[in-house]
């Protein structure tokens, strides 16, 4: 789940990482009130989840309030790469004399958190790893001890940061670890970090990913999510569970297991065929979530037939069954659907769907083949 | 008899009194490892399974009773990361988690405390591992495979049961099917498992089965390419997955170069494995 930069600088602020002023307005109007409370210039930032803001328009200086209102006016106006904009963020416009990239990830491969940093903060930090990937340190952080002061000292000395900077710039390290840590965040990024004259350091942008597997244990980020979602389909696989990825082709997949849904929809491309979606219900799924997955599918007014590959484990499939059933009766289906069982209680499935008139395949290669050929006939051409 | 145990393993089951635990514990017990205890905190005491296994509060009651070894974790993903810490620490010297969904945070302390006491982890989002008519540790379908001499090790649970389906319809057998789990992080990785079907006298072929994401495989390959002693055969899902998307909690995500599935096909290939472009074409390049 990634969270604006708005959230991501409310939750600095309350970790003792320096933020500049600032307000969120959802109208334009409340975008000259905010611009004049905070006094002029000012920057106005469109809240969209996506990157390259600045180059795509979203971030704008006002040097009144006015002009504040009327930025505000054009930003929550348009799209920023095909995003509409709810939000914008009025903010102090900061001074700065040096700027900074720091961020804390994920390694997968070891296992560990990555401290990054770089002293080319500010610009495209994908452009300076490519093209100048000696400028960024990257340092491995033992999970169960954090970042040490020593650990900013190394970094301060690796990018040539003035000695009178060290103390500080180890108390933002330090906080930002600190909301790595308890907000279970799988990314925190500051782009860029800067220096102003005065010598304060300040956080003039930030992004935060937080691990989706501990929302359970965040109620206020998990809160934050549902402010900013618009998309019911999102919120309803969401809801029960499922990881659901629209795609563009015709072919509806429910599958169980990741690595299993998309050997699937390698087999439907085999075909000549292309995947309307990568679903995976999970392990273990009930019947209701099955039922609420194949509802998710069929609301794609593009998919022409749907597959269900299921290969029973932990998952049994006399609950898919009851689920596929179950569904079946609250909507009015005409597409094909193509059935494949097999695993955990797959006889028991396939005598509960005896009772629908579903095309039944005994392997997945047929499965897929089935669905491919069902997804090509013309309009009308049901199978019902 | 497989990987990673031998005639003294004493299995313990976590979350043993739960809806998943007590159906798979039942499974397990038709093979012959022995389950020597269960742990559900708050219900030790009580029997399951007509009488056949006993219920601890916790582990280290549980070890210290029963002499278990070895631990099967079926603990939902909130308490799950405590059960793996109270393993640890109670002297279980192999933990395989059969748990989705563990943040990942705890992950990394996880894998950092267990590495440090030598404790062997297997998982998380492992389905275990099935030896055929023999042993079964975890969740694998018993009726997928049948005996043979060919070593199957899978990031994906279900796409392991689908290939060893297929290798039995063509009359192929298994020596081990062992899946070292989905997520980002787990605790043992390809080249661990493969080191152990090098020196496992009852493996004489290998099935890799991967996916798109991170670098396990390439790294199997780098090991495969080392003067690896048994053929290899891949399969990595994902081949046709748009990048840039992220296919599901599997960890399957094509963040960087390295992860995509042409890649890791290319790697394998170079290392002199077999590489199988759908499972269908597995059991021809296996004879």
């Not at chain 1, 975008?31 to 905070?38: G, L, P, R, S, Y």
């Not at chain 2, 269960?38 to 582990?59: N, Q, R």
């Not at chain 2, 540790?137 to 392991?160: C, M």
């Amino acid at each position: 789940m990634r969270l604006h930069e708005y959230q991501t600088k409310q939750i600095f602020n309350k970790y003792g990482i320096p933020v500049p002023r600032g307000k969120i307005a959802p109208y334009a109007g409340e975008a000259k009130q905010i611009a004049d409370e905070i006094g002029e210039p000012v920057v106005v930032k469109a809240q969209v989840l996506v990157s390259g803001r600045g180059k795509a328009g979203g971030i704008r200086l006002a040097k009144s309030a006015k002009e504040a209102e009327e930025i505000a006016a054009y930003i929550l106006g348009t799209e920023i790469k095909g995003l509409p904009v709810h939000k914008v963020l009025i903010e102090e416009a900061v001074i700065f004399t040096q700027e900074i990239y720091l961020a804390i990830t994920i390694d997968r491969e070891a296992g560990l958190p990555v401290l990054m940093a770089s002293g080319s903060g500010g610009m495209d930090i994908e452009e300076v790893a490519l093209r100048s990937p000696g400028k960024i340190i990257r340092l491995p952080i033992n999970p169960l001890l954090g970042i040490q002061e020593y650990h900013a000292r190394l970094v301060a000395i690796y990018m040539d940061l003035s000695r009178q900077y060290w103390r500080q710039f180890a108390k933002v390290l330090s906080n930002m670890w600190q909301v790595f840590r308890n907000c279970d965040a799988s990314l925190v990024e500051i782009n860029p970090l800067v220096i102003t004259p005065d010598n304060r350091q300040i956080a003039l942008d930030g992004k935060m990913i937080i691990d989706d597997n501990a929302l359970f244990r965040q109620p206020e980020l998990a809160e934050m999510r549902w402010l900013e979602t618009d998309n019911s389909i999102d919120t309803e696989s969401r809801k029960f569970g499922l990881s659901y990825i629209p795609l563009k082709g015709k072919v509806g997949c429910m599958v169980n297991g990741a690595g299993l849904a998309m050997a699937t929809m390698d087999l439907i491309n085999s075909y000549g065929g292309e995947p309307a979606n990568f679903l995976d219900i999970g392990g273990g799924a009930n019947s209701e979530k099955v039922g609420a997955a194949l509802k998710i599918i069929l609301s794609d007014s593009y998919v022409k037939t749907v597959l269900i590959n299921i290969f029973g484990g932990i998952t049994r499939c006399d609950e898919v069954a009851r689920g596929i059933i179950a569904a079946l009766y609250e909507i009015d289906n005409q597409i094909p659907i193509v059935v494949r069982l097999s695993g955990t209680n797959a006889k028991e499935g396939m005598q509960i769907l005896m009772e629908r008139n579903l095309n039944i395949a005994s392997s997945l290669s047929e499965a897929a083949r089935l669905a491919v050929e069902f997804s090509q006939r013309v309009p009308n051409g049901n199978t019902h | 008899m497989g990987i990673l145990i031998n005639k003294d393993t004493r299995l313990l089951i976590q979350g043993i009194t739960g809806h998943e635990g007590l159906f798979h514990t039942q499974q397990m017990l038709k093979f012959t490892i022995p389950i020597v205890a269960g742990v559900t905190p708050g219900k030790g005491g009580e029997w399951v399974l007509d009488g056949k296994v006993p219920v601890f509060d916790c582990v280290k009651t549980a070890v210290d009773v029963s002499g278990a070894n070895t631990s099967v974790i079926f603990v939902p993903a909130r308490a799950a990361t405590d059960a793996i810490f109270e393993a640890a620490d109670a002297g279980i010297k192999l933990i395989f988690v059969i748990t989705e969904g563990i943040p990942i945070q705890d992950m990394m302390r996880i894998r950092w405390y267990l590495k440090q006491q030598q404790i062997t982890l297997i998982g998380p989002n492992t389905p275990g591992m099935l030896v055929p008519n023999e042993i079964k540790i975890g969740i694998i379908p018993e009726d997928i495979a049948i005996p043979g001499n060919v070593g199957l090790v899978s990031r994906s649970g279900t796409l392991s049961y689908e290939i060893a389906s297929i290798l039995k319809s063509s009359g192929i057998g298994i020596s081990v099917c062992l899946g070292i789990g989905g997520d980002p992080i787990v605790g043992t990785g390809f080249t661990d498992i493969l080191d152990l079907m090098e020196n496992d006298p009852h493996t004489e072929k290998v099935v890799l089965i991967g996916e798109i994401g991170g670098l396990e495989e390439q790294q199997a390959a780098k090991m495969i390419s080392k003067g690896y002693t048994k053929p290899v055969v891949a399969f990595i899902a994902g081949q046709t997955a748009p990048a840039g998307t992220r296919m599901g909690h599997a960890g399957a995500i094509i963040e960087r170069s390295s992860g995509s599935a042409q890649e890791k096909i290319e790697a394998l290939e170079a290392a002199g494995a077999k590489i199988a472009h759908y499972p269908e074409d597995i059991p021809g390049l296996l004879m």
